[in-house]
Structure formats: C-alpha cells, structure tokens
C-alpha cells in the first residue's frame, strides 16, 4: 500500500473494494512460510480456499497451516518488512517527519509553557504597577475636575454677587432719583396748581364784574325809556368786556377746543391775535379729521396745513375725502405720524401708499378700507411699517393672495395684533396659509360679508395663529362646526355669528372646556340653535354678554338650565328679542339669578305679560330694557315705574300702552334724572 499512496484514487477504490492486499499478503505469507515444492498449484489450491471462506473473512496466515504459523508481533500494516528481516527499514520517512514533527511541538510546548509562566508571573507585577499609576491618575484627575467645577462655582457666586450689588446700588440711585423727581413734581403741581386757582379766581372776579355792569346798562336803559335790548347787544354797544379766556390755563383751553371741529377751530382762529394764538397749540394738532369739511376745504389749506404742522400730527383722518395725488403724498412730511386713516378714497393709489411709507414708518393704525390699493402697497407694508399693529383691508378687491404673500417679506407684519378683511371675497385657503405665517400674532379677527369663507380658510389660519381671543363673522354663510371645532386651540375671548344657519347645537357641547376664558357671545339670527345650547354655556364662569337674538328655537326649558349655571352671576347684558316661545317663566328665573344684569331685550316675545314685567322690578341692576312689539299694557308700564335705577325703557310696537298710560308714567319717573324713553311707533 506504500506504493499506492500517489496512485490514481479509482485505483485505490479498486482495490479496497476487492481486498487485493490482504489476498497478495496471505498468499504471500503462505508460500514463505510452507516453501511449497510446487508453488503454483499451491497459490491455486489457497486462492480456491479463500474464494470459499469469502474475502470478508480473510486473515494474513490463512494460507499458513496451524503448525507452522510464527509466533511474531504486529508492528505494521504488513509483515512483509519482518519476514524479510528488514527491520532498519520499517522508519519510513513520512514517520520520521511526524516524529521529529511531534518532539519539536512536544519540545516548544514544554518551553512555551515556561515562558509563559514566567511571562504571567512577569504580567501581574507590571499590571498591578500600570493599576496603582491609572488610580493614582484617576483620582488626580477627578481631583482637579472637582476642583474646576468648585472654581467655576466660586467665579459664578462672585459675578452673581457683584451683578446683585450693582443692581441694589443702581435701585437705590432709581429710588433716590424717584424720591426727588416726585418731590419736584409734588411741587410744580403745586404751584401750577395755585397758578391756575388764581387766574380762575381772576377770572370769576371779572366775569362777576361784567354780569354786574350788564345788570346796571340794562337797568338805565330801561329808565331813560328806550327800547329793550338784549344781554348780547347791550354788550356790542358798551365797553370790550374784560373776560378774555386767551388767560385760562392751556389745558383749560385745549379742553374747550377738543369739542369742536376742524371747521370750527379755523373760524376761532380768525376772531382777534389772541384767539388765533389759542388755536395754534401745538397739542391741538395732534389730530385732523379731514372727513368732517370734506366738502368745503380746498386741496392747497389741507397741504398747507400738513406742512406747518407736520412735527405734532400724530393722527390723519381722510375717510371718504375726495383729494388728488399731491394732497395725500403731503402726508409723508408728517414724520411722527401714528394713525392714518385713508378709507373711502377713491383717489388713493398705490403710488400715494408709497411716498407715505416712506416718509411715515413710525405708523400703529392704517385703515385701507374701500380702496384701490393692489399688491404694490402690500409690499410695501413689511418694508416700511416695521411697528404696524392695526390693519384694515376691507372690500379692497384688487390685491390677491400673492399680495398677502409679500407680508413675509423683510422684518414682516409680525406685530400684527388687528386685522380686518371683510368683502374680500378674492382671498383663498392659500392666502389664509400666507397670513397665519406672517401675522402669528393677532388678537383680534374680522371678517364680514364674505360669503366666499369657507372652514378650511379658518383651519388654515389657526394652526399658527393660536393667540387670537376675537373673531366676528357676519355673512359667513358656509361657516360650520367645524370652525368652532377649530378655533378650540385658540384663546377666545369673544365670538361673532350672524345670520348662520350651519351652526348647530355641535358647537357648543364642549364649549365650557375649549373656551372656558370666553366673555361675549353674539349668535344672532342662528337658527340651529336649540335650548341644548343654552344648557351647553351655562358653565362659562366669564361670560358678561350674550347675544341670541332671532334664535327662534330657544324656550323656556334652555333658558332655564343657563340661569342654573354658574354665567348667570356674571351676566350684564343679555339679548333675547324674537325668540318667541319665552314666556313670564324666564322673566322670573331672571329676576331670580342674575344680580349683575344691566342691559335686557325681549324685544317681539308675545308670550310676556304683565304678571312678568313685576319680576323684572325686582332686577335692580337693570339700566336698560327693550319690551318693544310685546303684549304689556298701561298696567305693566305703571308696574314699571317702580324701578328706581331704570334709565332707559323701549317700547315701540306696544299698541296697547295709550298716552294716559305714558304720561302716567313720565310723572312718576320725573325725580329720576337722566331718564330716557323711547315711544316709537305706540
């Protein structure tokens, strides 16, 4: 098998499968044993034996007979090498590369062992040496962090201290400052004061001498028989009087000159030096109202005007004036300018806008409304009015959503707290999507008469605008629950619908905790309103007013379960006129939980008689209350004239109160002053 270990391996196979070295080794160990004399016929006789007793049963010394078989051990696979007394030859060389293969490995285990013993032994001292420098570093480290951290703290104590000492040496100069401001200004009210009792008494002095030598002309002229004159004329005819109020205080006679009008304040101006010189204080520039002489002031006084007070206007009012290019570009020299006031011009232009921005970029108030104004003045808000906080576009048509676009631009309109688009049907959910990234700010909301609005605008708008505390929507037809739904992350204060018929009970039946902070309702002329709603804001604790006028489907039932709530203890003023199916059963539960209630219409409730006009006697708050087109009589107007803080009382539409009824009436309410009534249409 030696032979064959770089044979073929189907060779190999072959003669595995057919045992062929154990044949040739017991034919071969046979013959040198027995030494047959005929040894052909003897390999034929054995070969005929092994067929018999089969190759799996073939032994080396079958072929031996029992008394010669040798008596050896087996070193090998064969003893070929034996039997030919070769035994220098049994070491092959692949033994001997196994053997010098396993003593080398024997030999390097043996020394590696030791070296790594030693090396181990050797390990431990240098690892136990690198473990006390590592923890003697460690702790060196962790030494100087805490050390760090404990400075750090010491620095940050001391800047605190000093920042304090500054901060108490600065209060005390404040205090100190406050101290001798107040006593200084203690002192100039005082001798201001004094200043002015004396020329007032001044003025009572002579005002008492003019009334004296009036009462002695009038006295002479009527001896010496000649005809009667009047007070005025006899004061024409005599000596100038005396009183002149050019020496009243200044704040006196700004007081009396703020009640006229800007016709008025130029007439006074041309009476004498003395009055003209009244009329040219500079506080009673502060504001124009152009709107008021329209019609009779030329173009050339309104730019003259602008320009020699152009330092002290703060306020311009130029509502439905009809002025040229040039008037209103004479604006911009008004550089203090807060309040502008431009609505109704049909003559205002994009252009004007301009010159005004540029020369007015300290404006608060801009009021656009019912102009010509396009995308141009849209760009050029953010530009310019960096501090704009009121803004008024309604029924400008001509802008489109890009133009509310541009209010993004620069620093933007982000100190945007008013906003009014009413009429401007043209703007989409997209322009919404613009205002509510630029204008996150706003407070207050109006949009009127834009039957374009749909839910999606208002959901586009809130989800940044989340501050907003007023909404008004009047002629918003396709508004929703879900706009009520939407405006629940939003801090609503007051809220206005009218003339909605998509809004239904829905809206309110979580409204105590998505508004709880809400204070006035108006939902007049909503017809899905039902007594459920009124039981749904019963638990508003803030709610001052409620306006529910034209709500037809309200009764007595939901009227009842709101006064029940907690809104009714705060509730001033409430709004019920046409809801028809109320009763004297509300007039009694109103008398009966709401203390505070001021204002009061049951304006068209037919059911109302005269057993519940004596409950509204026993509201004593009442100032006001409307009964116009009920069914009361002389009977309950008389029950009325009990009530002693009653000011105003309407009844027109009352076709059974007579004149004998309403004067009875007047007499007994004569000793309350400041009474009014109105009897229109009885």
């Given at each position: 098998?030696?032979?064959?270990?770089?044979?073929?391996?189907?060779?190999?196979?072959?003669?595995?499968?057919?045992?062929?070295?154990?044949?040739?080794?017991?034919?071969?160990?046979?013959?040198?044993?027995?030494?047959?004399?005929?040894?052909?016929?003897f390999l034929e006789g054995m070969i005929m034996v092994i067929i018999k007793s089969g190759l799996q049963n073939l032994l080396w010394d079958m072929c031996i007979a029992p008394s010669m078989k040798p008596n050896i051990r087996r070193l090998s696979e064969t003893y070929l090498e034996q039997l030919f007394e070769l035994d220098d030859q049994l070491m092959t060389p692949e033994l001997m590369i196994k053997a010098c293969s396993f003593y080398t490995g024997h030999l390097v285990k043996t020394h590696f062992g030791t070296w790594r013993d030693i090396t181990h032994a050797n390990q431990n001292v240098v690892l136990a040496d690198k473990m006390n420098r590592a923890v003697t570093r460690y702790n060196f480290r962790l030494q100087k962090s805490v050390f760090h951290h404990w400075h750090s703290y010491i620095e940050d104590q001391k800047e605190k201290l000093k920042n304090m000492v500054l901060r108490i040496q600065r209060i005390i100069y404040c205090h100190k400052l406050t101290i001798i401001l107040t006593k200084w200004r203690n002192r100039a009210r005082y001798k201001n004061k004094k200043k002015e009792d004396e020329l007032i008494s001044k003025h009572e002095l002579q005002l008492k001498k003019w009334r004296n030598r009036l009462l002695l002309k009038g006295a002479s002229a009527g001896k010496s028989n000649l005809p009667e004159q009047s007070s005025s004329e006899v004061c024409l005819v005599g000596e100038t009087p005396e009183c002149d109020i050019s020496q009243l205080p200044e704040r006196a006679i700004l007081q009396i000159f703020f009640y006229l009008s800007l016709k008025d304040v130029i007439i006074c101006g041309q009476v004498n030096r003395a009055w003209m010189?009244?009329?040219?204080?500079?506080?009673?520039?502060?504001?124009i109202d152009f709107s008021?002489?329209?019609?009779?002031?030329?173009?050339?006084?309104?730019?003259?005007?602008?320009?020699?007070?152009?330092?002290?206007?703060?306020?311009?009012?130029?509502?439905?004036?009809?002025?040229?290019?040039?008037?209103?570009?004479?604006?911009?020299?008004?550089?203090?300018?807060?309040?502008?006031?431009?609505?109704?011009?049909?003559?205002?232009?994009?252009?004007?806008?301009r010159h005004i921005s540029e020369g007015c970029p300290g404006v608060l108030y801009l009021n656009l409304s019912n102009t010509t104004i396009t995308n141009r003045t849209m760009r050029l808000l953010p530009r310019h009015f960096h501090n704009l906080?009121?803004?008024?576009?309604?029924?400008?048509?001509?802008?489109t959503d890009k133009g509310l676009q541009y209010l993004n631009l620069g620093n933007g309109c982000h100190k945007l707290i008013y906003l009014d688009l009413?009429?401007?049907?043209?703007?989409?959910?997209?322009?919404?999507?613009?205002?509510?990234?630029?204008?996150?700010?706003?407070?207050?909301?109006?949009?009127?008469?834009?039957p374009t609005l749909t839910d999606?605008?208002?959901?586009?708008?809130?989800?940044?605008?989340?501050?907003?505390?007023?909404m008004v929507f009047t002629g918003a037809p396709h508004i929703s629950d879900c706009t009520f739904k939407a405006l629940s992350t939003c801090k609503l204060r007051k809220i206005r619908f009218e003339g909605n018929k998509r809004i239904t009970d829905a809206s309110f039946k979580f409204i105590d905790k998505n508004y709880p902070n809400l204070s006035?309702?108006?939902?007049?002329?909503?017809?899905?309103?039902?007594?459920?709603?009124?039981?749904?804001?019963?638990?508003?604790?803030?709610?001052?007013?409620l306006n529910l006028a034209n709500c037809v489907r309200i009764g007595d039932v939901g009227l009842r379960q709101f006064l029940d709530g907690p809104a009714s203890v705060r509730i001033r003023e409430l709004n019920l006129s046409n809801c028809v199916q109320l009763s004297d059963v509300s007039v009694m539960k109103l008398s009966e939980r709401c203390p505070n209630l001021n204002y009061l219409s049951l304006r068209n409730c037919e059911h109302l008689t005269a057993q519940g006009i004596a409950y509204i006697v026993n509201i004593f708050s009442l100032v006001s209350i409307d009964l116009s087109g009920t069914d009361i009589s002389n009977e309950a107007l008389n029950v009325l004239s009990r009530h002693k803080n009653l000011k105003e009382l309407s009844v027109s539409a009352c076709y059974r109160i007579t004149d004998d009824g309403i004067q009875n009436y007047q007499q007994t309410r004569k000793k309350i002053p400041n009474f009014a009534i109105k009897l229109i249409g009885t």
């Open positions: 098998m030696a032979s064959l270990r770089n044979a073929n391996p189907r060779l190999k196979k072959y003669f595995k499968e057919n045992y062929i070295p154990q044949v040739c080794e017991a034919l071969l160990c046979g013959i040198l044993v027995t030494c047959p004399e005929d040894p052909l016929r010189l009244m009329t040219q204080l500079s506080s009673l520039w502060n504001a008021t002489v329209k019609h009779v002031i030329p173009d050339k006084y309104i730019v003259s005007t602008l320009q020699r007070w152009r330092l002290n206007v703060l306020r311009l009012n130029f509502r439905g004036c009809l002025l040229r290019p040039r008037t209103f570009r004479s604006a911009s020299h008004c550089r203090n300018l807060q309040e502008l006031n431009v609505s109704d011009c049909p003559t205002f232009t994009d252009e004007s806008m906080q009121n803004l008024s576009l309604a029924y400008c048509r001509r802008f009413s009429g401007c049907t043209q703007i989409s959910v997209q322009g919404f999507r613009y205002i509510a990234n630029s204008c996150t700010g706003i407070l207050h909301l109006t949009i009127n008469d834009m999606n605008c208002i959901k586009a708008l809130v989800e940044k605008c989340s501050h907003i505390t007023s006035h309702i108006y939902m007049a002329d909503c017809k899905g309103i039902t007594d459920s709603s009124l039981r749904s804001l019963s638990p508003l604790k803030q709610l001052t007013v």
